[in-house]
Structure formats: C-alpha cells, structure tokens
T-cell receptor
Framework: DAKTTQPPSMDCAEGRAANLPCNHSTISGNEYVYWYRQIHSQGPQYIIHGLKNNETNEMASLIITEDRKSSTLILPHATLRDTAVYYCIVRVNSGGSNYKLTFGKGTLLTVNP | GAVVSQHPSRVICKSGTSVKIECRSLDFQATTMFWYRQFPKQSLMLMATSNEGSKATYEQGVEKDKFLINHASLTLSTLTVTSAHPEDSSFYIC????????????FGPGTRLTVL
C-alpha cells in the first residue's frame, strides 16, 4: 500500500471547518483513500473513503486532487467531540487477507472552544 | 451499522498469568478478523490476521506462542496473552471485516490490559 504523509497536529475553532490534508504521492490506480479517526482510548471509527471523485457523507467530505496525489478531509462544522487522531490510509479495495489496514501516525486534531 | 464488541474493556492481571480477550461481530459475520496493539501515544500496530477455522497469520516480530488467537466462528475471535508481563500492558483492538459491506473493516472499542 502507498505511504501517506500527514501533519502531526492541527487546531481548529469550534464551529469552523476543519481541513485535514494528506499526501499520498505514490498512490496507484486501484488504491482507495480511506479516513478513520480515533478518539482517545477508543477503537478507530470509519469516516469516509474515495477513489477519484469527491465524496460526502453525514460526517465529512473528502476532496481528492485530480492527480490523486493528495486529499483533504473536511469536517464542515467541527465540534469538541471531533477532537481525535485522524488517519489517512490508502489501500486496494478487495477481499481476502491480501490487504491490511496500515496505520501511520495520523493527525491529532484539537477542536478548541 | 456493523458493530464489533470486545470484552473485557479493561483488565488488570498479575505478571505470569494469562488473559483472554474476546472480540465479537454483533450483527454480521466476519470473514476476517484482525488484532492490533497500541502503546501510549503511538499508532495501531497490526499483530495478526485470522480467518474463521484456520490458523492466524502473525506479523513479523509478534510471538505466536505468546499471543494465541482463536477464530472459532464467524462472529467470535479470542486473543489470549499467555504468561503476561508488564511490557505486554497495552491497548488491544480487534477489527472485523465482512464481504457483505464491500470488505469494509469495523473496529471494536478496545481492551486496556495492565499487567502488574
């Protein structure tokens, strides 16, 4: 799986949009971009994923650049409960044991009141 | 949505004893389950991958005789930490994957193990 690079930490004011960047310059054509987050002392939570097109769900939006070498996760109205470590992972979307989710260090997003 | 549970959520044990952690997929059948370990302020590290009815595949550096994994059914996997030592104290997280949800992976809430 391609390697990802994320800033170690970011701050955001409550109610504002949080934009979390991720670089994945070695991503291959069949690899998806996934985002998970981990609130302190809990298991990771799936947020969103995409291949080429921008995606939006009830939690967030995912913007993938046209060359797919980077992406941005957007939390439109951050709340204090969004304080967590956010992980950007690229992987092939296939079954079996052939793929594993490999977690990097992620970005610690701190939402301030 | 798919729910994965773990039991216990916290466990404290004496050095030299064995501890079993259960991971269950509550509303789906998991074709594959994963066990991760996370030390304080570090990321999740994959320990092993298991498929129902077959032996687990361990990541490099993980002792299979120390971390026994049993995946007896499509909804239950157990991790037994044998002869636990203080350095085994960690946050253990299981994850389950199902083909019915585009092979997405769902995580349990984690188990905090403290070995005295």
């Amino acid at each position: 799986d391609a390697k990802t690079t994320q800033p170690p930490s970011m701050d955001c004011a409550e109610g504002r949009a949080a934009n979390l960047p991720c670089n994945h310059s070695t991503i291959s054509g069949n690899e998806y971009v996934y985002w998970y987050r981990q609130i302190h002392s809990q298991g990771p939570q799936y947020i969103i994923h995409g291949l080429k097109n921008n995606e939006t769900n009830e939690m967030a939006s995912l913007i993938i650049t046209e060359d797919r070498k980077s992406s941005t996760l957007i939390l439109p109205h951050a709340t204090l409960r969004d304080t967590a470590v956010y992980y950007c992972i690229v992987r092939v979307n296939s079954g079996g044991s052939n793929y594993k989710l490999t977690f990097g260090k992620g970005t610690l997003l701190t939402v301030n009141p | 949505g798919a729910v994965v549970s773990q039991h216990p959520s916290r466990v404290i044990c004496k050095s030299g004893t064995s501890v079993k952690i259960e991971c269950r997929s509550l509303d789906f059948q998991a074709t594959t389950m994963f066990w991760y370990r996370q030390f304080p302020k570090q990321s999740l590290m994959l320990m092993a991958t298991s498929n129902e009815g077959s032996k687990a595949t361990y990541e490099q550096g993980v002792e299979k005789d120390k971390f026994l994994i049993n995946h007896a059914s499509l909804t239950l996997s157990t991790l037994t930490v044998t002869s636990a030592h203080p350095e085994d104290s960690s946050f253990y997280i299981c994850s389950a994957r199902t083909e019915l949800a585009y092979n997405e992976q769902f995580f349990g809430p984690g188990t905090r193990l403290t070995v005295l």
